[in-house]
T-cell receptor
Framework: QQQVKQSPQSLIVQKGGISIINCAYE??????FPWYQQFPGKGPALLIA?????SEKKEGRFTISFNKSAKQFSLHIMDSQPGDSATYFC???????????FGAGTRLTVKP | ETGVTQSPTHLIKTRGQQVTLRCSSQ?????VSWYQQALGQGPQFIFQ???????GRGNFPPRFSGLQFPNYSSELNVNALELDDSALYLC????????????FGPGTRLLVL
């Protein structure tokens, strides 16, 4: 069922460094690509999202880069902080049947 | 404005039993989606409800069923529970046509013994 592949599975970054998480999708019907952040014991929270007609979107320290021809997109977290330590999920949404497909997640640890 | 709430927070059932999980949407949202999240995995789409009808379904068997009520709250019912049904069940609300912008509840942790 997985149509969105996410890497790496886990990532350790020093405080102040850049965290990069990559995703690739297969279905060209996807038209909305959100990223979610999930802390232990909590539901996922929407972080930032992009549509395929835009190649980059930035919100504060978070940037999505989108490559439509390669069917890939990535999340960059600048100046990573210990409070960013969480699991990050990329997702792709199709308007055809309203489902959202999630990647398997990346567990980010930012060391102080 | 209240967020998405789910009940119960935890639940233990035995194989073959039936379970009902409940969700209250975020204020103003008319669409509810349900997801199953196994440990260490991403959420998997079960189905979505809009106007009290199923509006999309993932690859889950018919023993997973749902309801949406006029106040947009929702239930997820699972019959004939199997051990593999043990997971975190997440509810998310959104506005119709904005399925990508979903707001998740904290989930219900179901353990099937």
């Amino acid at each position: 069922q997985q149509q969105v592949k996410q890497s790496p599975q886990s990532l350790i970054v020093q405080k102040g460094g850049i965290s990069i998480i990559n995703c690739a999708y297969e279905n060209t019907a996807f038209d909305y690509f959100p990223w979610y952040q999930q802390f232990p014991g909590k539901g996922p929270a929407l972080l930032i999202a992009i549509r395929p007609d835009v190649s980059e979107k930035k919100e504060g320290r978070f940037t999505i880069s989108f490559n439509k021809s390669a069917k890939q997109f990535s999340l960059h977290i600048m100046d990573s902080q210990p409070g960013d330590s969480a699991t990050y999920f990329c997702a792709a949404c199709s308007p055809l049947n309203n489902d959202m497909r999630f990647g398997a997640g990346t567990r980010l640890t930012v060391k102080p | 404005e209240t967020g998405v709430t789910q009940s119960p927070t935890h639940l233990i059932k035995t194989r073959g039993q039936q379970v009902t999980l409940r969700c209250s949407s975020q204020s103003g949202h008319n669409t509810v989606s349900w997801y199953q999240q196994a440990l260490g995995q991403g959420p998997q789409f079960i189905f979505q409800y809009y106007r009290e009808e199923e509006n999309g379904r993932g690859n889950f068997p018919p023993r997973f069923s749902g309801l949406q009520f006029p106040n947009y709250s929702s239930e997820l019912n699972v019959n004939a529970l199997e051990l593999d049904d043990s997971a975190l069940y997440l509810c998310a609300s959104s506005l119709v046509g904005a399925s990508g912008t979903q707001y998740f509840g904290p989930g219900t942790r179901l353990l099937v013994l």
